[in-house]
């Protein structure tokens, strides 16, 4: 019986009507794109956890008097000694500041007691919660302090952190963008071997990142959803990737039946439906995943999750609706110069997965042991990650506030020059400051602005800034003062980490439940999405030990990012769960048209195994993009995820599933009828160890999809 074709009318207005659909969607999402740049923050209270001390710290002083401080250093030295002159030229451009900008009191001069550096701390509330004006005042201090002739003369502080690092965000948006598109094209180049093929999922994929991108805004505007340079950024690497990935899939399925059908129309419609369920099982699990995000403290990890699957499934439109849509539209020439013609084979030869499958299934137990081994190794890196990431590591070039916080380590190595920020009830703040200045721990306090009921304290910490004496002093001032709120800059370092952590106690069950769920519902069986969470759980310990052993060796990153085991678990569970699906829904197939257990692992192995090599390729180097970004943690997770995905496609989904599905035969579909199903001669449709002419014959993955 041939396949059932649409009405000829159909087959003709239809991929118009999408294509026409999504003009007039864009048409009316394109401004709103553009706009999400300003709501987009990245202040380090959209960073905080939600509900930690430092971050009601920096809350109360929005509601102070100016609201929240800009708070910067401005810091002169000169290696062999302050001359007379140095001294004076500091006090010169000192008064211009204070002329020129609204302070929070008089700027006095510290000096070290080696006579090498001279620090005035600068504070203005005048900005108030406005960035940009923040930003000028930072900029504008910036603009006076000047040294020259062995005099180094630089401004740091808070303010001028925060200023680094928001240009740091800003200067992303292009070159992430840009840099992501060249590399997937230059992939699908290589993969598809056609001057054509390779612009469509492109344009399809950059115009499913616009749509994603007001949409992302539109959440903002309605349910205030958090929006950050780091959130924006990820979601444009996964619309690329995994949109990438189903386009792959898509097109390697298309090309099959195109040898069989003569309409493309009809084979676009054979083809969706073939891959169809895998492609919503994928976006499923992985835009679950980031939802999970939502139950995380952290500001920064609850906004990324929808954001995040907000590009996934604006991918998964784009990719199931529009390209098809575009593909039968140009027809069979789009694949030129290969063309499949209707009727013809594809060139037999014998596939590299089908060789790694062979070599699966002759000792499958052999090969299930010594790659959990391998794995179990590599994972034991872990215990040499580097320590939490310091504020003076984050950015991978330093940046003026970095270098002006190392000269003050220099000339002031017996105490902390970043204050910790008390509030304590105005009522309360005389008692709160005596009891403060009796804190051990504490070199000097001082009672600064008062409104809306409170009072904030400046505190100065005799040890280091996040060292362990000042950590410390933190936590004594947290444990001995009733009421009194503990911030700055420190504090929030200290918060972040404990937050990360209790964070990934509640989220990792989530993601592991949420996944298991779409997984056992797509393949009817329990211990098949078992393997597959069991497999994406050993990737990602491994992909973290390789990061202990190379972040400090290889890459000079001299901390952790406390939020790396978790959005690194995330990713890697949802995305590494993708080829799995890919390859246990062909499984499925195989087995359900009659095929042995074995046999059906083997064929899906060589008819996905170039298009999971192909996808996997893809997705590890739009992340390994990160790894030229000037943000550690972004450096870190990229390099994790990438390296995890490249796990996954080479050694867990082509030896690692495959071994394990040989292995337990039939029981891996338990307990669904599958795995009580006797096996049945093939049938005409049926592959079984043989599969379609063009899919998993020798060469065939090298002909769908051209990889």
């Known amino acids: 019986m041939g396949p059932v074709t649409e009405p000829r009318g159909r087959r003709r207005t239809l991929p118009w009507a999408l294509v026409g659909l999504w003009v007039a969607v864009l048409a009316v999402a394109l401004p709103f794109a553009g706009q999400l740049g300003d709501v987009q923050r990245d202040r380090a209270i959209d960073y905080l956890p939600a509900s930690a001390d430092s971050t009601q710290v920096a809350e109360i002083q929005d509601r102070l008097p100016g609201g929240e401080a800009t708070e910067t250093i401005v810091v002169y030295q000169r290696d062999d000694g302050l001359t007379a002159a140095d001294r004076t030229l500091a006090r010169e451009q000192l008064a211009e500041i204070s002329d020129a900008h609204e302070l929070t009191g008089t700027p006095r001069a510290v000096p070290s007691k080696d006579g090498t550096t001279l620090m005035y701390p600068v504070a203005s509330t005048a900005p108030g919660q406005d960035e940009e004006a923040r930003n000028e005042f930072v900029n504008g201090v910036r603009d006076i302090v000047r040294g020259g002739d062995g005099l180094s003369a630089e401004v740091g502080g808070s303010g001028g952190l925060a200023v680094d690092a928001e240009e740091v965000y800003e200067s992303l948006d292009g070159p992430l963008l840009y840099t992501t598109v060249a590399v997937v094209a230059i992939l699908l180049i290589l993969i598809y071997r056609s001057p054509f093929l390779w612009l469509v999922p492109l344009i399809v994929a950059g115009l499913a990142d616009a749509l994603s991108l007001s949409v992302t805004y539109g959440l903002h505007q309605a349910f205030d959803i958090s929006v950050s340079g780091q959130s924006t950024g990820v979601m444009t690497i996964l619309v690329f990737g995994v949109g990438t990935d189903y386009a792959l899939l898509l097109v390697s399925r298309y090309r099959e039946e195109l040898r069989r059908q003569e309409r493309p129309y009809d084979a676009m419609r054979t083809a969706l439906r073939g891959c169809g369920p895998a492609i919503l099982a994928s976006s499923g699990t992985v835009s679950a995943g980031m ?22 499934l604006c991918a998964l439109v784009a990719m199931t609706t529009l390209l098809p849509a575009l593909l039968i539209l140009l027809g069979r020439r789009v694949f030129w110069p290969l063309v499949p013609a209707f009727g013809s084979e594809p060139k037999a030869r014998r596939s590299l997965f089908a060789a790694m499958g062979d070599s699966a299934g002759r000792r499958p137990a052999t090969v299930l042991a010594t790659g959990a081994v391998l794995l179990g190794a590599l994972a034991l890196g872990t215990f040499s990650l580097p320590g939490n990431l310091k504020q003076e590591d984050s950015f991978t070039s330093k940046p003026e506030s970095i270098s002006a916080m190392e000269s003050l380590a220099r000339g002031f190595p017996e105490q902390s020059t970043q204050p910790i920020t008390l509030l304590a009830p105005t009522g309360e703040a005389a008692a709160a400051l005596a009891e403060t ?271």
Request: glycine share 14%; hydrophobic share 50%.
């Open 437 to 707: 200045r009796d804190t051990e721990g504490v070199r000097s306090a001082e009672q600064g602005r008062s409104g809306d009921g409170w009072t904030e304290i400046s505190v100065i910490a005799a040890g280091e800034p996040q060292s362990a004496a000042e950590t410390a002093t933190i936590e004594r001032l947290r444990s001995g003062l009733d009421g009194v709120h503990v911030g700055g800059p420190s504090a929030q370092q200290l918060d972040l980490e404990t937050t990360n952590a209790r964070d990934t106690k509640v989220i990792v069950p989530l993601v592991l439940a949420a996944v298991l769920v779409i997984l056992v519902a797509l393949l009817r069986s329990l211990v098949a999405p078992l393997i597959l969470l069991a497999a994406v759980v050993a990737v990602w310990g491994a992909a973290l030990g390789v990061g202990g052993l190379v972040f400090d060796t290889l890459l000079g990153l001299e901390g952790t990012d406390p939020g790396l085991p978790l959005l690194s678990f995330v990713f890697l569970v949802a995305l590494g769960v993708d080829y799995g699906i890919f390859l246990m829904h062909r499984m499925r197939e195989e087995s359900l048209a009659g095929a042995e257990t074995g046999a059906a692992a083997l064929t899906a192995l060589r008819t996905t195994g170039g298009v999971i090599a192909s996808a996997g390729l893809v997705l590890a180097a739009t992340f390994g993009v990160l790894l030229s970004m000037p943000l550690v943690q972004m450096v870190e997770l990229g390099f994790v995820i990438a390296l995890g995905v490249l796990l996954d496609t080479f050694l867990v989904r082509t030896y690692l599933v495959t071994s394990a599905s040989l292995a337990l035969g039939r029981k891996v579909w338990w307990p669904g009828p599958l795995s009580r199903r006797p096996a049945a001669e093939p049938g005409p449709g049926a592959t079984g160890g043989e599969p379609h002419a063009g899919e998993g014959q020798p060469g065939a993955p090298q002909e769908a999809g051209r990889t």
């Open 291 to 312: 939802l999970c995000l939502l139950a995380a403290d952290l500001n920064s990890s609850s906004g990324m999750g929808p954001t995040a699957a907000v590009g996934v």
